[in-house]
């Protein structure tokens, strides 16, 4: 339930328990899942790893509404995948000031493989858009905003700073 980011508490489960439970303790699951109507059993496509799984039956495709919350999807996805992104975006960016198109900038987050949707591009684009230009995005700012994943910036002007 909690990989599923569905609230349950202490209460709730002795209810489940009650319900659907024998008298080992071991709760009937799958009668549980049925009879919720909260999630949906999946077979998986091959190169998942998982033959089969269970899966939320209303998703919501509007992805993360918060900044901070996209950011730390963000970040994860990049951690995982050991991506240096500020990299590719100064592809796009030959004289290095900073900003690229918007269209740049979805392509390149794109081309990285991190699963967002497009409100969430939308709402990235929206917080980093340059108030000069509203055509561009500020990639140096998101980029710093990522990067303090790998390490803190100027630890060579204070060698004596932990981590």
């Not at 909690?2 to 008298?23: E, F, M, P, S, W």
């Not at 995948?81 to 390149?108: C, M, S, Y």
């Not at 910036?153 to 981590?163: M, N, Q």
Request: aromatic letters at 12%.
């Amino acid at each position: 339930m909690t990989l599923l980011k569905i609230q349950i508490d202490d209460a709730d489960v002795r209810a489940v328990i009650n319900a659907y439970g024998n008298q080992l303790g071991d709760i009937d699951y799958l009668r549980f899942i049925d009879d919720c109507k909260v999630l949906k059993y999946v077979i998986n496509e091959p190169y998942t790893g998982a033959k089969s799984t269970y899966v939320e039956k209303w998703v919501d495709f509007t992805g993360s509404s918060a900044i901070e919350i996209l950011m730390r999807k963000i970040r994860d996805g990049v951690k995982r995948n050991r991506i240096r992104i500020g990299e590719f975006f100064q592809d796009h960016d030959p004289l290095r000031k900073g900003v690229i198109d918007a269209t740049k900038f979805r392509t390149t987050l794109y081309a990285q493989k991190l699963q967002l949707t497009t409100e969430e591009y939308q709402l990235l684009e929206d917080y980093f858009r340059d108030v000069t230009l509203p055509t561009n995005i500020r990639y140096f700012d998101f980029n710093e905003m990522i990067e303090v994943i790998f390490t803190q910036k100027d630890l060579e002007k204070d060698p004596l700073k932990t981590l």
